[in-house]
T-cell receptor
Framework: GDSVTQMEGPVTLSEEAFLTINCTYT??????LFWYVQYPGEGLQLLLK?????DKGSNKGFEATYRKETTSFHLEKGSVQVSDSAVYFC????????????FGSGTRLLVRP | DVKVTQSSRYLVKRTGEKVFLECVQD?????MFWYRQDPGLGLRLIYF???????EKGDIPEGYSVSREKKERFSLILESASTNQTSMYLC?????????????FGPGTRLTVL
């Protein structure tokens, strides 16, 4: 079945460092791909999404490109801030998944001043 | 501001108790979902509903049931709570049965079963 694999955390960076969080997926067809973020004490919120191959989703300085050839959707940010400290979840909605999302295990990011 | 609210942020129950977790959304969404979140496992879907009185099992429905009597409210029921149901429970809603629709999440209920 469909699945999502994320790099394990925690990822600890200094402020203004470059961030990459890896995400790869297994699915049939062309799933839609998402990144959700969970700030401490809160529920998840959508960060960005891409619905077809080579699409780039972007929001709040974060970017991710839908790479069909490598089945990846890595999250990047050029300069992280302390306020970016959170747990990041990669997710997919499969072609036949009936609007259900399949989540990766989450990657905790800690940004130090 | 759109909202999904959950009845409790923290809940402590004893083994064997019947537990109700309530979720309400104010966005007139058709779809509602219950997930549990555990460290290292991400979010796993328990049940979802795409209409009033309709429900479908997710990936881990055992030990749970749900109720959706009104469009805005989706309840998760633990008929007889067990310690392995200690977890964070997240409710979500989305607009359509079509694809690519953002799910909006509540803040979660952290349930501890003693």
């Amino acid at each position: 079945g469909d699945s999502v694999t994320q790099m394990e955390g925690p990822v600890t960076l200094s402020e203004e460092a470059f961030l990459t969080i890896n995400c790869t997926y297994t699915a049939t067809g062309y799933p839609s791909l998402f990144w959700y973020v969970q700030y401490p004490g809160e529920g998840l919120q959508l960060l960005l999404k891409a619905t077809k191959a080579d699409d780039k989703g972007s929001n709040k300085g974060f970017e991710a490109t839908y790479r069909k050839e490598t089945t990846s959707f890595h999250l990047e940010k050029g300069s992280v801030q302390v306020s970016d400290s959170a747990v990041y979840f990669c997710a997919l909605e499969g072609v036949d998944s009936s609007y259900k999302l399949i989540f990766g295990s989450g990657t905790r990011l800690l940004v130090r001043p | 501001d759109v909202k999904v609210t959950q009845s409790s942020r923290y809940l402590v129950k004893r083994t064997g108790e019947k537990v109700f977790l309530e979720c309400v959304q104010d966005m007139d969404h058709e779809n509602m979902f219950w997930y549990r979140q555990d460290p290292g496992l991400g979010l796993r879907l328990i049940y979802f509903s795409y209409d009033v009185k309709m429900k479908e099992k997710g990936d881990i429905p055992e030990g749970y049931s749900v109720s959706r009597e009104k469009k805005e409210r989706f309840s998760l029921i633990l008929e007889s709570a067990s310690t392995n149901q200690t977890s964070m429970y997240l409710c979500a809603s989305s607009q359509w049965r079509g694809s690519n629709n953002e799910q909006f999440f509540g803040p979660g209920t952290r349930l501890t079963v003693l």
